[in-house]
């Protein structure tokens, strides 16, 4: 295996240092190393950061492979910097059992290029009535420890109880879609004096907050963990400040795009703006950026959602919801949070990788853990970004399948360009290996 001696990173953004990759792990960090045969890696200006994890991404994989597979979205995430993507298990068939899971998770080790964790389903075929077989998901291969019906809230209290009961013994977590189905009913963009004038049907923000406050008072009283995916409004910020401050073991994700994006992309009915929960206010996103800062909001996810061309370039209503953004995320959280001033680098590591990685359990996997810190003896797990970087998206040069990135032609700053998995290079000079 090839020795690696990059030169002259920034770790976290702080002091220029070398670091040697040797054996899958960081074997030394210092100043002016040399080693020799080693393969020269120029950081030169670049900061260092842990390899990311994605707590939310959908591959398509088994079912839509024309709108992503694990191989090109395993290609995208590489290239946005990750090195451990969660693969939600909304696929056709769904995630719900052992074999589907396993399948998943084999078809990521082939892509390689970073580690596909499957997300299990908690209810059988996502339907919300009967309980998934969770302990042989968990048992599996496949090792799942995050559980979700993502793309559906599980509505029913007596089985999000339930569900939570099981993944307590299994050290697992539910990661809520939360969303009340009886207040979104053909629900197209966030409800507001903007849906009116649109005349696009509303989604409160109270369907999305009624189940985090049903399900933290759920989680406390079980005793078990929670996750609330893809948290959009200041008021779920809110319940889980209190419910952080009662103890309860809750955790919650917020997107790029809810970081970044409001209802007035709506204006347009341009569906790629059409999401699931959907752009809020700019007041919502100002608490969502608050939240994050402080910690109340443990982590980002990109709930990278790719869709066909036919199922996105057709009228507002008959549209998917969803974006992609694997690509995009990190320079959507250095646009919002770093250069804000709202975090620093090490913020950001902590945001995206350290918190999703413990979220997920995935730190304490040995040579396999992620989310790591840059130190001797880690699994070599990092990204190279470039903070001066500047450039405009094109969906086009996009190493995803499908095209519905809402960054179309915007600025944004920093790039991604090296990416290693275990001591290999997954991306080189912002070009994926494989
Ligand atoms: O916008 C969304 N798209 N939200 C979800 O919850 C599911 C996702 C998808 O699978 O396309
Ligand atoms: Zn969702």
Known sequence: MTTYLIKGARPYGEDTVDIVLRDSIIASIGEDLSVPGAEVVDATGLVALPGLVDLHTHLREPGREDAETVQTGSRAAALGGFTAVHAMANTDPV??????????????????????????????????????????????????????????????????????????????????????????????????????????????????????????????????????????????????????????????????????????????????????????????????????????????????????????????????????????????????????GLLDWRGLADRMSVRPAAIGRLEGLGLHAQGRPLAPGEPANLVLVDPAFRGTVDPAALASRSRNSPYAGRELPGRVVHTFLRGAPTVLDGKATR
């Open 95 to 340: 995630a719900d059992t052992a074999g589907v899971v396993e399948q998943v998770w084999r078809l990521g080790q082939e892509a390689g290029l970073v580690d596909v964790v499957p997300v299990g389903a908690v209810t059988v075929g996502l339907a919300g009535t009967q309980l998934a077989e969770l302990g042989a998901m968990a048992d599996s291969a496949a090792r799942v420890r995050v559980f979700s019906d993502d793309g559906h809230c599980v509505a029913d209290p007596a089985l999000m109880r339930r569900a939570l009961e099981y993944v307590k013994a299994l050290d697992g977590v539910v990661a809520q879609h939360a969303e009340e189905p009886r207040l979104t009913a053909g629900a197209q963009m966030h409800e507001g004096d903007r849906s009116a004038r649109l005349g696009l049907t509303g989604w409160p923000a109270a369907a999305e907050e009624a189940i985090i406050a049903r399900d933290v008072l759920l989680a406390g009283h079980v005793g078990a963990r929670l996750h609330v995916c893809h948290v959009s409004t200041a008021g779920s910020v809110d319940i889980l400040r209190w419910a952080k401050f009662r103890g309860v073991q809750v955790t919650a994700e917020v997107t790029p795009h809810h970081l970044l994006l409001t209802d007035e992309c709506a204006e347009g009915y341009d569906p790629v703006f059409k999401v699931n929960p959907p752009l809020r206010t700019d007041a919502d996103v100002q608490a969502l950026r608050a939240g994050l800062a402080d910690g109340t909001i443990d982590a980002v996810a990109t709930d990278h959602a790719p869709h066909a061309m036919e199922d996105k370039e057709c009228e507002w209503a008959m549209a998917r919801p969803g974006m992609i953004g694997l690509e995009q995320a990190l320079s959507v959280v250095v646009d919002t949070m770093v250069e804000t």
